[in-house]
Each structure stands twice: as structure tokens, then as C-alpha cells.
């Protein structure tokens, strides 16, 4: 089945630098790609995803690429903000009916004012 | 509209009693999730619904089992419960339409077995 490995799991940047946190995927086959945010006590939060047949997708300061040859996908954030602080998990999945979304083991993002 | 809820938000159980988390959702979507999350291991798939009357196993199924009640319902049982499965479960619901999906979580059970 599909593994999704994430790193790093713990990053520290200053405020108004940018953060970058990378994933690998095992399956081929898998072909969409989701991230999501984890603020302290809650539940994760969708915040961007691309799927397999675009290479990049962006939406303010936050953007995602996409390298299929080599299965990997990273999440960009800029201009970071101390409300940027969370956990960060990607996510891969085949889109069939069956629909299992195995997510990477998270990124403790602390952004330091 | 709610979202997902889960209850209880916390519990404290003993090694080989057993407990049901109960998780409802307004949203009218067809497919549920159960997640386990686990320090440094992310969101593990313990089982799922992907519409009402169907289940599947996940990653983690070993001793938990689960029911669909309805469209708006799916509860987690631990029949026996065991310290190894001390941690935050979170259950969750998938919107789909056309190009668009997305999972919506409840807000999580954090669970101890002593």
C-alpha cells in the first residue's frame, strides 16, 4: 500500500521567512495530493492540494509542486506569520471509490516573531 | 451546522474494558473516517465508510471494529481496550463534488488506557 514520508519534522524560521516542508509517496498510482494544517487542540484544516496532472498550484502565500517522475510534492510558504505556527501533514490517495488518505507523519512548523 | 462531532472529548479507561466513540455529521456526506494520531506517526487509517452501510479496514484496524449507523453516524469500538492504544482519535467526513474534495475533522477524543 501507499507510504508517505515527510520532513522535516520539527522547523523553526523567522518571521517573513519561508518554509518549506517536502514529502515522498511510494505508489505510482496515487494521484492526489492534499496538505493539511493542525492548530493546537484541533482537528487538521484542508489547506491547499494538486492533483497528479498539474505540477504546481498556488494560492497566496502558500503554494505546492508537484514532481511525479520522482514522487515527491512539497508545501511553500512565504512571508511567514506567527498564525503560520501549527502542525503541517501532507497526504497522498488514489481517487477510486475506495478513496484511503494516507498522510506523512507531520511538521512542527514554529515561526518566531 | 455542527460540522463532525465527537464525544467524548476525553477518556481515561482501564486495560480490558471497553468504550464506544460516537461520531455525527450534518453535512450530508456519504463517506466517514476514523484516524488515530500517534507522536511522531501523523494520521494513521483505522477504518472507514466510504457510504452508508459499508466498511473497510484501514492501516490500523487490529482491535477496533466500527458501525454505520446512517448517513450521519459512525461510531469506534474497542472491544479490549489496550494501553498500545493510548492516543488522540479523530473522526472525519469527505465533501466531494466534481473537482472538489475535502476531509472535515471533528475536533478529536483523547484516549488513555492505563
Known amino acids: 500500500g501507499e507510504n508517505v514520508e515527510q520532513h522535516p519534522s520539527t522547523l523553526s524560521v523567522q518571521e517573513g521567512d519561508s518554509a518549506v516542508i517536502k514529502c515522498t509517496y511510494s505508489?505510482?498510482?496515487?494521484?492526489?495530493f492534499p496538505w493539511y494544517k493542525q492548530e493546537l487542540g484541533k482537528g487538521p484544516q484542508l489547506i491547499i492540494d494538486?492533483?497528479?496532472?498539474?505540477g504546481e498550484k498556488k494560492d497566496q502565500r502558500i503554494a505546492v509542486t508537484l514532481n511525479k517522475t520522482a514522487k515527491h510534492f512539497s508545501l511553500h510558504i512565504t512571508e511567514t506569520q506567527p498564525e503560520d505556527s501549527a502542525v503541517y501533514f501532507c497526504a497522498a490517495s488514489i481517487r477510486d471509490s475506495s478513496y484511503k488518505l494516507i498522510f506523512g507523519s507531520g511538521t512542527r512548523l514554529l515561526v518566531r516573531p | 451546522n455542527a460540522g463532525v462531532t465527537q464525544t467524548p472529548k476525553f477518556q481515561v479507561l482501564k486495560t480490558g474494558q471497553s468504550m464506544t466513540l460516537q461520531c455525527a455529521q450534518d453535512?450530508?456526506?456519504?463517506?466517514m473516517y476514523w484516524y488515530r494520531q500517534d507522536p511522531g506517526m501523523g494520521l494513521r487509517l483505522i477504518y472507514y465508510?466510504?457510504?452508508?452501510?459499508?466498511?473497510d479496514k484501514g492501516e490500523v484496524p487490529n482491535g477496533y471494529n466500527v458501525s454505520r449507523l446512517n448517513k450521519r453516524e459512525f461510531s469506534l469500538r474497542l472491544e479490549s481496550a489496550a494501553p498500545s492504544q493510548t492516543s488522540v482519535y479523530f473522526c472525519?467526513?469527505?465533501?466531494?463534488?466534481?473537482?472538489?474534495?475535502?476531509?472535515?475533522f471533528g475536533s478529536g477524543t483523547q484516549l488513555s488506557v492505563l
Open positions: 453535512m450530508n456526506h456519504n463517506s
Open positions: 465508510s466510504a457510504s452508508e452501510g459499508t466498511t
Open positions: 505508489d505510482s498510482a496515487s494521484n492526489y
Open positions: 472525519a467526513s469527505r465533501y466531494e463534488t466534481g473537482s472538489r474534495e475535502k476531509l472535515f
Open positions: 494538486i492533483r497528479s496532472n498539474v
